[in-house]
């Protein structure tokens, strides 16, 4: 059971979940050298937005890339990717850049080393609340987004940070 103040941390956390963390979580992605289960703290991450105690962010165009990576490289069946998203929409608030969120895309492209699909997520992450926390695997991206002053984690950095009691009873099962 969850001590009062983890439950009040959960009720405030706001995540931008970026295209690899979904992928781990909808594919139950294993690392092959190592065996590192990479979907099980997604899947953590997932069972607090599905029980509304963090709400959870994307952009429309994670939903563009997380597509075509099942289509082309996970050889997904259609309708499976057509349920994948389907829970997502249902899951997580799928945000589309408003010409402020492509202005700032546009700025932090220009003044940084970002692709266009990392610019326009940081351009809608720094539209939100300011707790809002980026959850990523890409090291660059994460590295990036800290000197543009977005705060950016690991998913198990995330578990470990903000929800230490859970995160201590699933670490074992990471291998």
Known sequence: ???????????????????????????????????????????????????EEIKAYTSITNLFEIRFV???????PEI??????????????????DYVDLLTANKLQDNYAFDPFDSIALGIVQSMPEESILVSRDVA????????????????????THFPKVFEHIKIELY
């Open 80 to 97: 499976k990717i057509k349920n994948f998203v389907s829970n997502l929409y249902d899951n997580i608030n799928i945000e589309i850049p």
């Open 70 to 76: 099942l289509r082309r490289k996970k050889k997904c």
């Open 141 to 160: 991206f994460r590295e990036l987004s800290t000197k543009c002053g977005i705060k950016a984690e690991t998913p198990e950095k995330y578990m470990e």
């Open 1 to 51: 059971m969850l001590e009062r103040s983890e439950k009040v941390a959960m009720a405030k956390s706001n995540v931008f979940l970026d295209t690899d963390v979904i992928l781990n979580w909808l594919t139950k992605e294993v690392d092959q050298n190592t065996g590192f289960k990479l979907w099980k703290c997604p899947y953590e991450i997932m069972k607090f937005v599905e029980n």
